[in-house]
């Protein structure tokens, strides 16, 4: 499975843009905005009206907008407990959680969630000066938890071979997608050519 986590160092119209270009190659767009709740409205909105599926969307934290909208669901941070009664009153509805540590994938778990991501998993611009995880630490946390596992930090195409051999259950990308533009186009032919090909990694 691959999840494409928005940039929140781009303009909501050209993320709207980038989302319409990509939701016919990844299964979930994130819409990780944390603390602009207008922005964050401001992507999802523009990205319905340029076509992207809502059942492709899941918006970090913002319940009321995935419920208003009808999206996939609602992507938590580590430690908000709002995910347990989320699920028991929107069962039908996606709930996942950002994990760092085995204790609270498995709380994540206990608590519903449908996915975790868990990482991050090599060196990534976005957490400068912070340790990765490591492959080690992803085999450990797949291997004790039953709910899908996605990879996240420092990942891009190449890599998601040695991520699934270590039992995740797909990857979640930021720069792959949203950073330059070639990188852009050359995901997207890349993802493009294997769905032909049938090459399919969940």
Avoid: W
């Avoid at 009206?49 to 059942?55: D, F, Q, Y």
């Avoid at 319940?63 to 995910?83: M, P, S, Y």
């Amino acid at each position: 499975m691959i999840y494409a986590v928005t940039s929140q160092n781009a303009d909501a119209k050209r993320i709207a843009r980038i989302n319409e270009r990509i939701a016919s190659v990844v299964d979930y767009i994130c819409v990780r905005e944390k603390l602009d709740v207008h922005r964050r409205r401001e992507i999802v909105r523009q990205s319905l009206e340029n076509g992207v599926p809502k059942e492709k969307l899941i918006v970090n934290s913002d319940i009321e907008l995935a419920l208003t909208e009808n999206l996939a669901g609602v992507h938590f941070t580590e430690f908000d407990r709002r995910l347990i009664d989320f699920k028991r009153m929107y069962p039908t509805k996606m709930a996942g959680q950002s994990t760092h540590s085995l204790s609270t994938a498995q709380l994540a778990e206990r608590n519903g969630a449908d996915y975790i991501f868990f990482g991050h998993i090599f060196p990534s611009s976005s957490k400068k000066g912070v340790s990765p995880q490591g492959l080690k630490a992803l085999h450990e946390i797949c291997h004790n938890v039953a709910i899908p596992v996605i990879a996240i930090g420092g990942i891009d195409l190449q890599q998601r071979t040695v991520v699934l051999e270590a039992g995740a259950s797909g990857v979640a990308m930021i720069s792959t997608f949203f950073q330059q533009e070639d990188l852009l186009a050359t995901s997207i032919h890349t993802l493009q050519r294997e769905k032909v090909e049938g090459e399919v990694y969940e």
